[in-house]
């Protein structure tokens, strides 16, 4: 059998997302749109006899660096070498750039052959939304009124390049809310939960600190139904990321590494309580 890879059209989204759904990666309800305001020629899909058995994820972020996500072969195909095909179409693609990936347990030995090295460990902690005071008056505001350069400037310290065009999308998609913590003009933290297919995430949350985190969690938490389930995808490399967690009763339910191909660019990871996304980042 022979694998056509081909970039993924548009509408064509929801088959990417589906394959992450299979594998339990819960995406968000509308993650789609934003991934491809990042790379509109960034997936790419493989096909057998026009039907289509895998995808994967090779997002360009400016000149130097890249992303790969969303590596899923389905089931009923695997075996077959169409993930190597892929793998190599998906790295072909990001050649002469860095290249970041979160990577399941099951594959890292696997990405370490291909020359990816570990940065540090994630973990995604699950807990349930709780009733919560009121924010403290005059720091917490709605992420929509916050200046996008002051986010921009913010994400870069946590992100190697330059992603604007995902950035507006992300902090705009329906069924989400955004807040950020304002000191005058100072932003010391913001964060974004969204509607996912099961429960809620939150991602980002950036924060200056494990006190500012929490309250920007807990007024998340409050723009969603009482006893929803919320996820939190933590870097193990900030303990006061895990403290917090750990602190609102959440519990550990998946694991991933991040790992880099190339040398591994600099990370303000005390900052980061909450990664976006681990498909893209």
């Known amino acids: ?51 289509p058995v895998g995808c994967i994820a090779a997002v360009r972020y400016e000149e130097h660096f890249g992303f790969i996500g969303f590596y899923v072969v389905a089931p009923p195909w695997r075996g077959k070498g169409f993930g190597l095909q892929l793998w190599q179409a998906g790295m072909a693609r990001l050649e002469g750039r860095v290249v970041g990936l979160d990577g399941v347990p099951a594959q890292q ?24 005071g009121q924010a403290v008056a005059g720091q917490i505001v709605p992420l929509a009124g916050v200046n996008f350069e002051l986010l921009r400037t913010d994400d870069r310290r946590v992100f190697p390049a330059a992603r604007d065009a995902f950035l507006r999308a992300w902090i705009s998609m329906p069924d989400a809310c955004g807040v950020a913590w304002m000191e005058r003009r100072r932003l010391a933290g913001w964060g974004l939960i969204r509607r996912c297919r099961e429960g809620h995430k939150i991602g980002p949350l950036l924060a200056e600190s494990r006190e500012v985190a929490k309250a920007l969690y807990l007024a998340l938490c409050r723009s969603v139904p009482v006893g929803d389930t919320v996820y939190l995808d933590v870097p193990l490399r900030n303990a006061d990321a895990v403290t917090l967690a750990t602190s609102l009763g959440m519990q550990r339910v998946f694991e991933t590494a991040r790992m880099y191909a190339g040398a591994t660019p600099a990370c303000e990871i005390d900052r980061v309580y909450g990664i976006t996304s681990f498909e893209l980042g």
Request: charge should be negative; include cysteine.
């Open 1 to 51: 059998m022979d694998l056509h890879i081909r970039t993924l059209r548009p509408p064509e989204m929801r088959l990417a997302i589906d394959f992450a759904a299979l594998e339990g990666w819960n995406p968000g309800l509308h993650d789609g749109a934003c991934f491809l305001a990042a790379d509109p020629e960034g997936f790419l899909i493989g096909e057998c006899d026009g039907k």
């Open 109 to 132: 030995d696997n990405y370490r052959r291909s020359g990816f090295t570990l940065a540090w460990q994630n973990a995604r902690f699950a807990g349930v939304a709780r009733p919560a």
